[in-house]
């Protein structure tokens, strides 16, 4: 007989943004003459910036002649890619060509990751959270039950993020194994600073934990003091490995490539106490699960760091941030209270009194014909809560806020 892996029957319904799909989709069945815009998922609309076309155009050239094309290329990434990457997004941070593996984006770093835990580690994930963290350590065992009550499962450590702790995440005050941080955040589109990130770091350092540290919002920072990378805080190549991708900075989203900073300074344990370098456990992961992102689309992210393409890159994150501060400052005119939005393509608003998140969503569907992702979907804290992203068109942007105002 076949059993299977009954962690998967813990999970929760289906997959947040499956579940708004299928109610999207269901409306525009029923409702076919509503012209719906799609603040949800945090997908782009800006195309490919020229320079990127350029550069995988002459990829796809290359590998049409005898002495250009490329088989099986490198698992952990072409070198010319892997050295663009620390020269410029790790300039001045001394991280090594041999600490980056490129992938086919951070949602699948994220959850591959857990193969190199061991399947008793303590998980605390910040509440709410992106889903991904939570469902693929459930579906590796970690998680013990759900209890419907709470709307928590009993093996996981949630670390509250909202507007009371202004969303810093405090500190575990249980021993735990591994911590997920998310910054600029998502769902809520808030940040961290350099001091506040420097304790999660410290704490770390003190206790032997694991931080997990997904940057890959960190282009659209435009605050002062709010670190772009983990690694700018001292000792944290001893305790971190961070997560960025294309997909929000250069709208990879339907190209797919990111990358994961494992660095050799870092080390997991054994149950007897030996050392193991996690570079070498996830190099060894990689070697072993992968085959590599294709040779045209690492040229493509190559050229994201040229003059040309970091130019033209920078535009298109100026047209989101553009939209978020359209719909955070039109938010706030309609009489909400709003967070996020100003480092970040993410804004997180305050439901009106009354209402529960998927209520609120199935209002502004209905009425307005707009979607956004109920609070709720991220976790417990997230119960009250709505978000909106700035990923949309300005047109689609600005259209959203005079629906919306005009319904509350």
């Not at 069945?29 to 782009?44: F, M, Q, S, T």
């Not at 941080?181 to 506040?196: A, H, S």
């Not at 493509?300 to 400052?329: F, H, M, Q, T, W």
């Not at 009250?384 to 319904?407: D, P, Q």
Request: glycine content about 8%.
């Amino acid at each position: 007989m076949f059993y299977i892996n009954e962690n998967f029957l813990r999970l929760q319904d289906s997959y947040l943004f499956s579940t708004i799909a299928k109610k999207v989709s269901k409306f525009q069945e029923e409702n076919p003459d509503k012209k719906i815009i799609k603040l949800g998922i945090g997908d782009v609309t800006k195309p490919i910036v020229p320079a990127v076309l350029k550069a995988m155009h002459k990829a796809v050239d290359e590998i049409g002649t005898s002495e250009g094309f490329k088989g099986y290329g490198p698992e952990q990434g072409y070198d010319f890619l892997r050295k663009a990457i620390a020269e410029n997004d790790y300039k001045g941070l001394n991280i090594d060509e041999s600490e980056i593996f490129v992938s086919d984006g951070a949602k699948c770093d994220c959850g591959n990751i857990v193969d190199i835990f061991d399947e008793n580690s303590k998980i605390a994930i910040t509440d709410p959270v992106y889903p991904v963290y939570l469902d693929t350590n459930v579906m590796g065992g970690r998680s013990g039950e759900f209890n419907k009550e709470t709307g928590k499962y009993e093996n996981i450590v949630y670390l509250p993020v909202r507007s009371e702790n202004n969303f810093v995440p405090e500190l575990p005050k249980e021993k735990v194994d591994v911590i997920y941080l998310c910054f600029p955040n998502n769902p809520t589109g808030t940040v961290l600073t350099k001091e506040e990130l420097k304790k999660f770091v410290d704490y770390a350092k003190e206790n032997k934990v694991l931080i997990l540290f997904d940057s890959a919002y960190e282009a659209f920072i435009t605050e002062p003091n709010i670190p772009h990378s983990i690694y700018e805080i001292e000792g944290a190549k001893e305790v971190a490995i961070e997560f960025r991708s294309f997909s929000k900075t250069a709208g990879f989203t339907g190209v797919r490539c990111a990358f994961a900073v494992v660095p050799n300074e870092l080390f997991g344990y054994t149950k007897s106490g030996e050392k193991v370098s996690l570079n070498k456990l996830w190099n060894r992961r990689v070697t072993t699960k992968f085959n590599g992102v294709s040779y045209v689309v690492q040229r493509g992210a190559e050229a994201v760091y040229s003059e040309e393409g970091r130019k033209e890159i920078k535009e298109n994150i100026k047209y989101y941030l553009d939209n978020a501060k359209i719909i955070r400052e039109g938010l706030k005119e309609a009489g909400f209270t709003v967070y996020g939005g100003v480092s970040s393509p993410y804004i997180w608003l305050k439901v009106p009194d009354g209402m529960k998140s998927w209520e609120f969503f199935d209002m502004l569907l209905e009425k307005a014909n707009v979607v956004g992702t109920p609070g709720s979907g991220f976790g417990p804290c997230g119960e009250g809560y709505f978000r909106l992203t700035a990923f949309g068109t300005k047109e689609n942007s600005i259209e959203a806020i005079r629906r919306i105002k005009e319904v509350m």
